[in-house]
């Protein structure tokens, strides 16, 4: 079955940075594009960026333009949420998910399986 598993969150103060990984099993990993999406305490899940199935197509809210990068290694099943410049608004939840489609997408309709979520908490 479809699995995917994210890694990396903690406890951080403002400025620091993080590197979140996915590793994903039970699908053709290549044939989807990816996102990860964040849900604050008392917020609705919002996406943050979203991958294609071969890296070369990328996407990012603007809130997080310049300071977060995704990429995805084919090769490892994996994909990776590389956070820099963290501010306390980054505090949440960070879930993994596998698209329906090849292109990224920021719908959350868009998206068949999510991971369980690795916490990302920014003190001030």
């Known amino acids: 079955q479809v699995q995917l598993v994210e890694s990396g969150g903690g406890l951080v103060q403002a400025g620091d940075s993080l590197t979140l990984s996915c590793a994903a099993s039970?699908?053709?990993?290549?044939?989807?594009?990816m996102g990860w999406f964040r849900q604050a305490p008392g917020k609705e899940r919002e996406v943050v960026t979203g991958?294609?199935?071969?890296?070369?197509?990328?996407d990012y809210v603007d809130s997080v333009k310049g300071r977060f990068t995704i990429s995805r290694d084919n090769t490892k099943n994996t994909i990776y949420l590389q956070m820099n410049s963290l501010k306390p608004e980054d505090t949440a939840v960070y879930y993994c998910?596998?698209?329906?489609?090849?292109?990224?997408?920021?719908?959350?309709?868009?998206?068949?399986?999510w991971g369980q979520g690795t916490q990302v908490t920014v003190s001030s």
């Open positions: 991958v294609s199935r071969l890296g070369s197509i990328t």
């Open positions: 039970g699908f053709d990993f290549e044939y989807s594009a």
């Open positions: 998910a596998r698209a329906t489609k090849s292109s990224p997408s920021r719908l959350p309709q868009d998206y068949a399986q």
